[in-house]
């Protein structure tokens, strides 16, 4: 059970005190702060799961209550508790941690949860059967490579959407994957395999954890911003040629 006791100061020291890079560490650590998860994020004022969702809900015209959706990185069940509200009714989750999942299996959301450690293993998913795929938040450094972006368009349908949302985070790695992330999906533009519905950028993404507004002689809270990628898989997903 989550403590309900819990304050902005734990949240901060929460997201702070997993520093490793290795990503079998992350788990661990996301598994031992499962129960504390949502009530952290919260604190902190997150919102990529409300900034993907909302973004959907947008451009979705499809059928939601046909809709097959694919939650990568799907933690404790946010983004289908979202999405569930707004009419959707069919969810398979992926997620790197067994803590997490086992929160999300208690939803009753998900017709399919697998574990799986994103980038040493391969999205376990089926190629071209979903309609929407998201991931809201582990798009960084030390989290999702860049290269899964790639397998999550090929489990998109022909038509289906991607959507994608990522923290603005400073620092050499996060500026780094930044760069290395839009180049991609650019270059996946110009291969034929999606088109850009849009970008959005939000000004508060979550409040940035390094920063304390009552112990850093700071007035206001600092914000990190984010953006939100939105992207709709080619009917014809036949790969262009560079010469």
């Given at each position: 059970m989550s403590d309900s006791s819990r304050t902005a100061e734990d949240a901060?020291?929460?997201f702070q005190s997993c520093k490793s890079s290795d990503p079998r560490d992350r788990v661990q650590f996301y598994d031992s702060w499962a129960q504390n998860y949502?009530?952290?994020?919260?604190l902190m004022s997150y919102r990529s799961p409300h900034l993907a969702v909302n973004f959907l809900s947008e451009n979705f015209s499809g059928s939601r209550e046909e809709a097959q959706v694919l939650d990568v990185a799907c933690g404790?069940?946010?983004v289908a508790k979202l999405m569930v509200e707004l009419g959707f009714r069919h969810f398979v989750g992926v997620d790197g941690s067994k803590g997490m999942l086992e929160l999300a299996a208690k939803t009753g959301l998900y017709q399919d949860l697998r574990l799986a450690l994103l980038g040493t293993q391969p999205l376990p998913a089926q190629t071209g059967v979903f309609d929407v795929v998201v991931i809201a938040g582990a798009l960084d450094a030390?989290?999702?490579p860049v290269s899964v972006v790639r397998e999550m368009c090929h489990a998109a349908k022909p038509g289906g959407?991607?959507?994608?949302?990522?923290?603005?985070h400073t620092g050499a790695p996060a500026d780094k994957y930044k760069k290395d992330l839009e180049r991609e999906l650019q270059l996946m533009e110009e291969e034929g395999l999606w088109s850009l519905v849009g970008i959005k950028r939000a000004?508060?993404?979550m409040e940035d954890p390094h920063v304390n507004p009552e112990r850093d002689d700071v007035q206001?809270?600092?914000?990190?911003?984010?953006t939100?990628?939105?992207?709709?898989?080619s009917i014809n997903t036949a790969v262009k040629s560079h010469d």
């Open positions: 901060r020291v929460a949502e009530q952290d994020t919260t404790t069940g946010w030390g989290f999702v959407f991607v959507c994608m949302v990522r923290g603005d000004d508060r993404y206001d809270k600092h914000y990190i911003s984010g939100v990628y939105l992207y709709q898989k």
